[in-house]
């Protein structure tokens, strides 16, 4: 299945020039990550601080799949708002899964200052507008829920937008603690760091899966892992093994400008999303560009016509104008991709209902690269047999 189609940005920027040491299969590991992409590796990271010996195998090059088509737009703030998360499941596990991610960011942001060549993580702000005058008691309600419990966060009036950005909207909320990052360069360099911990391997392909005493056996195209534990963390592909009615596949699209030489009107550079769903997201890049997703349509196959994936854009592309009017934007890319989601705007993250030893990762939702943090943080736990509150949130047969 392919998750992506036309010309991405981290593709084309000259990221594969990290080197990768090859992996020599092990007669055992302790466990098997099928998926090197973000989620892989995070999950690799945090395996290999607890001592455990992994592998990870893909069956394309590393940070390929659904990593390379992300925009890397780091937030703590989900597709449910937290007040309406809260009437969902519950206060307390409400505020305890915005909790885990907001700290979330703070690991990525560790994570990224310890490897040896930048992934360009930067700390930023959120700007989350009221797309229609309708939309602003939710999100004073939303404001409410953020103050009480926590989180830091403003209301921006419709004049106050006026004043500080060349646009103007309803109302606002800023938000605080959230970042962006590349995300292939953070996968890259969280892979070649662990290289002496974690044997990767690329261009392996699954074709079966063996229970074995004490463990399983993962058969591939390049012969057989014996393990103790397998995670699956195939991004938004298929999930071998696991029945999906709950998990949903749409196609999106996404858009990054040539660079802008001046950016002083985009206050602060913050992050950008709004409250009509489908959204409009946005960020921008250390050399200037513009990055913005959205137009997503209920479809669940990867878009591969090119002319689609130009239409898309260029009604992207006057999203960005219609907010900053004076800027000279061009496209320069310009993509589409397979978006996972679930039914309950909460990723799956678990033990397999009826394998013990086989675990996945599915990040599923608006902020992939956030859960793949907080998932590889729950499947450690599970694995080493400690325990996570979280756990119990976000497991597969919820």
Same mark, same amino acid.
């Given at each position: 299945?392919?998750?992506?189609?036309?010309?991405?940005?981290?593709?084309?920027?000259?990221?594969?020039?990290?080197?990768?040491?090859?992996?020599?299969?092990?007669?055992?590991?302790?466990?098997?990550?099928? &998926?090197?992409?973000?989620?892989?590796?995070?999950?690799?990271?945090?395996?290999?601080?607890?001592?455990?010996?992994?592998?990870?195998?893909?069956?394309?090059?590393?940070? +390929?799949?659904?990593?390379?088509?992300?925009?890397?737009?780091?937030?703590?703030?989900?597709?449910?708002?937290?007040?309406?998360?809260?009437?969902?499941?519950?206060?307390?596990?409400?505020?305890? /899964?915005?909790?885990?991610?907001?700290?979330?960011?703070?690991?990525?942001?560790?994570?990224?200052?310890?490897?040896?060549?930048?992934?360009?993580?930067?700390?930023?702000?959120?700007?989350?507008?009221? +797309?229609?005058?309708?939309?602003?008691?939710?999100?004073?309600?939303? $404001?409410?829920? $953020?103050?009480?419990?926590?989180?830091?966060?403003? !209301? !921006?009036?419709?004049?106050?937008?006026?004043?500080?950005? #060349?646009?103007?909207? #309803?109302?606002?909320?800023?938000?605080?603690?959230?970042?962006?990052?590349?995300?292939?360069?953070?996968?890259?360099?969280?892979?070649?760091?662990?290289?002496?911990?974690?044997?990767? /391997?690329?261009?392996?392909?699954?074709?079966?899966?063996?229970?074995?005493?004490?463990?399983? =056996?993962?058969?591939?195209?390049?012969?057989? /892992?014996?393990?103790?534990?397998?995670?699956?963390?195939? &991004? @938004?592909?298929?999930?071998? @093994?696991?029945?999906? *009615?709950?998990?949903?596949?749409?196609?999106?699209?996404?858009?990054?400008?040539?660079?802008?030489?001046?950016?002083?009107?985009?206050?602060?550079?913050?992050?950008? !999303?709004?409250?009509?769903? *489908?959204?409009? @997201?946005?960020?921008?890049?250390?050399?200037?560009?513009?990055?913005? &997703?959205?137009?997503?349509?209920?479809?669940?196959?990867? *878009?591969?016509?090119?002319? $689609?994936?130009?239409?898309?854009?260029?009604?992207?592309?006057?999203? %960005?104008?219609?907010? /900053?009017?004076?800027?000279?934007?061009?496209?320069?890319?310009?993509? &589409?991709?397979?978006?996972?989601?679930?039914?309950?705007?909460? *990723?799956?993250?678990?033990?397999?209902?009826?394998?013990?030893?086989?675990?996945?990762?599915?990040?599923?939702?608006?902020?992939?690269?956030?859960?793949?943090?907080?998932?590889?943080?729950?499947?450690?736990?599970?694995? %080493?047999?400690? #325990?996570?509150?979280?756990? =119990?949130?976000?497991?597969?047969?919820?």
């Amino acid at each position: 299945m392919d998750l992506h189609h036309g010309r991405l940005l981290w593709q084309a920027a000259g990221n594969r020039e990290i080197p990768l040491t090859p992996g020599v299969i092990a007669d055992h590991y302790d466990v098997v990550i099928v &998926g090197g992409g973000v989620s892989g590796a995070l999950c690799a990271h945090a395996l290999a601080g607890e001592g455990l010996r992994a592998a990870v195998i893909d069956k394309g090059t590393v940070g +390929s799949g659904s990593t390379l088509a992300s925009i890397g737009q780091l937030q703590y703030s989900s597709d449910i708002m937290l007040h309406e998360l809260i009437a969902q499941i519950g206060q307390d596990r409400a505020v305890s /899964f915005y909790k885990s991610c907001r700290n979330a960011i703070d690991e990525l942001g560790h994570i990224a200052d310890s490897l040896e060549f930048s992934c360009d993580f930067t700390r930023r702000n959120s700007l989350y507008y009221a +797309s229609e005058q309708a939309h602003t008691d939710r999100l004073k309600k939303e $404001l409410e829920a $953020l103050n009480t419990h926590g989180f830091q966060a403003e !209301w !921006w009036t419709e004049g106050r937008l006026k004043a500080h950005y #060349p646009f103007f909207r #309803p109302a606002a909320l800023m938000t605080h603690h959230d970042a962006e990052v590349n995300p292939l360069r953070l996968t890259l360099g969280i892979l070649n760091k662990l290289s002496r911990k974690v044997d990767v /391997f690329e261009h392996v392909n699954m074709t079966g899966l063996r229970d074995i005493p004490d463990g399983l =056996e993962v058969q591939t195209s390049a012969g057989e /892992f014996r393990t103790s534990h397998v995670i699956l963390a195939t &991004g @938004y592909a298929s999930a071998p @093994y696991l029945d999906e *009615p709950r998990l949903q596949r749409t196609r999106s699209y996404a858009i990054a400008t040539e660079p802008v030489a001046d950016l002083s009107a985009w206050k602060d550079r913050v992050l950008i !999303w709004e409250t009509r769903r *489908p959204y409009l @997201y946005m960020r921008t890049t250390p050399e200037g560009r513009i990055l913005a &997703g959205g137009q997503d349509e209920d479809k669940p196959d990867t *878009p591969d016509s090119p002319a $689609l994936i130009a239409n898309r854009a260029r009604h992207l592309l006057k999203e %960005v104008q219609k907010l /900053f009017p004076q800027l000279d934007t061009r496209i320069a890319f310009a993509w &589409g991709a397979v978006f996972g989601q679930s039914t309950d705007h909460l *990723p799956f993250i678990g033990r397999h209902p009826s394998r013990e030893r086989l675990y996945y990762l599915l990040g599923y939702g608006g902020n992939g690269t956030v859960y793949s943090m907080v998932g590889a943080q729950v499947l450690r736990d599970l694995i %080493v047999q400690r #325990p996570n509150p979280l756990a =119990e949130i976000v497991r597969l047969d919820r």
